[in-house]
């Protein structure tokens, strides 16, 4: 028979935990700011250069004043001290700058871009962080698809910056959208530029998949959203974005092979073979890269590209120390910009290489200050990737797929760097500090102060 107690073994039943409307309005402000740093140019295309700089300092402004409204967790001796030195490098060269109309306004966007990088990992776990990530890649990746039918069907032809119908003779490097969804042509997106629309693109396909690979739930829309994202990047048809596609399927598979290693010492062979893989791939890539970027469709200097690095490497060996002052990315209003060199009769507004970009800005100081930033993110994400998760004695806990996308966006920016200036801006520069903070912050999934605030995350797991 059933006795009744006064003193149950078990707690009384509860709701389960549920996110706070406070907390949800801040994950919403978070994709806010990292769909504007996604959209990259399209803030320029759509409002010009006033309206991009309202929403660029804007934002860093309402996003400082929420970090010290909200106070979250923050180790302040585990910042990603080599970027910041970075940052800081480039505020001191205000002082010797040779363009400082360009180099402050410039500033202020890398500034905000950092502060606004660090905001978002203190107050999202990794899996919200994620979560948010791909929200943002949903509404540019979404909207990339909707304006290229309007352009199509409604607005009926090619469509210049400012919603302007462009006179004729214009270059079509000019042209915000160039109508060509329906002839097979290369399209732009929101961006105006063909090869940032697949580099977004291809950041969708990996976020993607790591949320259906992480169990997420509605996992057929996130299908439907892999789809749209192959569609843009096949459609947008930039070479260098498909060499970083192979690079970060390298890397991809590299990590996954290592994750399998049962015992000490079993990852050299791995790590040996991944070295060959790369000095040989490296050496093919460079021997036949002429047939190759022939086969993408591209010519051999990659579109000229060689031509705007020579012009880069002579003017910054005039200053290899400290050189000619912070801009990224170049303002082609600023005498020292306009018309110095210019492809398609437009100025070109960086130098089409990340390493050749920082020697001209900041010198060899900022070259060395750069190299170690990604050398540190490189290998922190590297080591988050693989490392089985281990706090106590436990030591056979799952991989977690979330862990993967650091690395894999080092892998992106990597590639991305050799050929654009994109890892020192926008998008770029944002995912790269937050991923790093947030390695740094909580180099374990769910431990760590910044990780106790676990939010019930309905459909996934927070063991996993």
């Not at 994709?31 to 759509?46: E, P």
Request: aromatic fraction near 12%.
């Amino acid at each position: 028979m059933a006795v009744h107690t006064m003193h149950p073994i078990s707690a009384p039943p509860a709701a389960p935990i549920r996110e706070k409307t406070g907390h949800l309005l801040v994950r919403g402000w978070c994709i806010f700011v990292l769909a504007g740093a996604l959209a990259g140019t399209s803030w320029l295309m759509a409002f010009g250069v006033v309206g991009t700089a309202a929403v660029a300092y804007g934002t860093g402004i309402v996003s400082v004043i929420l970090w010290i409204a909200l106070r979250p967790e923050v180790q302040w001796r585990r910042l990603p001290w080599f970027a910041a030195g970075y940052v800081a490098w480039a505020a001191f060269s205000l002082l010797w700058s040779a363009y400082p109309a360009a180099t402050l306004p410039t500033l202020l966007l890398l500034l905000s871009t950092t502060v606004q990088a660090m905001f978002i990992g203190s107050v999202l776990t990794w899996r919200e962080l994620v979560r948010s990530i791909a929200s943002a890649l949903k509404w540019i990746l979404g909207l990339s698809i909707l304006f290229e039918l309007w352009v199509s069907l409604v607005w009926g032809g090619p469509i210049m910056p400012g919603f302007a119908r462009p006179e004729p003779g214009v270059d079509p490097i000019e042209m915000w959208s160039r109508d060509n969804l329906f002839d097979g042509g290369r399209i732009q997106g929101l961006f105006g530029n063909a090869n940032a629309l697949a580099y977004v693109a291809l950041l969708g396909i990996i976020v993607f998949s790591l949320r259906i690979a992480s169990r997420a739930p509605r996992r057929g829309f996130l299908y439907a959203w892999i789809a749209l994202s192959v569609f843009l990047f096949i459609r947008a048809g930039s070479a260098t974005a498909s060499l970083a596609a192979a690079g970060v399927a390298v890397v991809l598979a590299t990590a996954l092979l290592i994750r399998t290693s049962r015992r000490p010492g079993g990852r050299t062979r791995y790590y040996l073979a991944y070295a060959v893989i790369a000095v040989g791939g490296l050496s093919a890539l460079w021997v036949g890269r002429e047939q190759l970027f022939t086969l993408l469709g591209r010519s051999s200097d990659l579109t000229g590209r060689e031509r705007i690095w020579e012009a880069v490497w002579e003017r910054a060996a005039e200053r290899p120390f400290l050189g000619w002052g912070f801009s990224t990315p170049w303002v082609p209003t600023d005498p020292a910009f306009d018309g110095w060199i210019v492809d398609h009769g437009v100025t070109v507004m960086q130098a089409h290489n990340m390493w050749l970009d920082v020697f001209l800005q900041l010198g060899i100081v900022g070259v060395i200050l750069i190299v170690l930033t990604i050398l540190a993110f490189v290998w922190r994400s590297w080591f988050f990737a693989v490392d089985r998760p281990r706090w106590d004695l436990v030591a056979d806990r799952p991989y977690s797929a979330v862990t993967l996308l650091p690395t894999l966006v080092a892998a992106v920016l990597l590639v991305q760097g050799l050929a654009e200036s994109g890892p020192l801006l926008s998008w770029g520069w944002m995912l790269l500090v937050v991923l790093a903070f947030k390695i740094k912050q909580a180099p374990l999934l769910g431990r760590g102060p910044s990780e106790q605030r676990l939010i019930g995350e309905q459909g996934e797991r927070l063991t996993e």
